[in-house]
């Protein structure tokens, strides 16, 4: 009997005893390991959470992107085009058929002074060539012609015409992109008396009239004037002051005529 209690004593003395401090510690690894599990599985957890909230998210913008409308295309869209046929100083036929009249411009007709010249002029241009069009927010003038600023090779030729003085300045609230640039060239065709500038202009009548949003100097008597809200018209005394402004002879009532 002792025998064996003395074994058995010997066998728990070959166990090293473990002090406070080392259970105390062992204690605490247990715990961080069970708290490293806990933590390691909320993370999966929240992972998983936000993947699918990422995974909903982009189907909402599929959904999105795919029944909603196209966006407009910027008013300044930038449109390559074919010349086919010249008609006058500002106007072209372009391929497809479609007709262009240049904006901030205009040119000659039939019964004008230069209107072969500048109809010629044009056509050295333009013809047979692929022109570049800008276009303002109004696309199309009233008679459904497409409104536009030409480039060929890089310069505007509704500039030309005027520098070349083959052109009026003609300004609407529409036509305002090269503005400075087209009465810059007009001043300049004028100071050199080119063109349309070679002999002086003299008015009509004592006083003219001008309407802004079609950039049309008329006189007092046109047929026109009755269709124009009078509270737009603007009025002038002195023909040059018309013509600093941007606004173009009335093609009807013939507001100014070449001095002879």
Known sequence: MGGRVQGSDRQRSRIPLRSGRQRHHQRHLEDAGREGTLMTSTAKKAAAVVGGVAILAGAALGLRAAFSKPAPAPADERQWVEVEHVRSGDTITVKPEDKVTYAGIRAPLKDEPLFEEATRRNGELVEGKKLRLRFEEDERDKKQRLLAYAFVDGKLVNEILVREGLAFVRLTPT???????????????RRAQRGLWSKPWTAAAAELLGD??????????????PK???ARLVRFDKLDDALDRGFAPCRKCTPCRWSE
């Not at 036509?175 to 001043?187: H, I, P």
């Not at 802004?212 to 026109?224: D, F, I, M, S, V």
């Open 212 to 225: 802004p949003k079609y950039g049309n100097l008329h006189t007092p008597a046109c047929e026109e004037i």
């Open 175 to 189: 036509t305002q992109r090269f503005a400075k640039q087209l009465l810059a060239a007009q001043g300049k065709a």
């Open 228 to 230: 124009i809200d009078p």
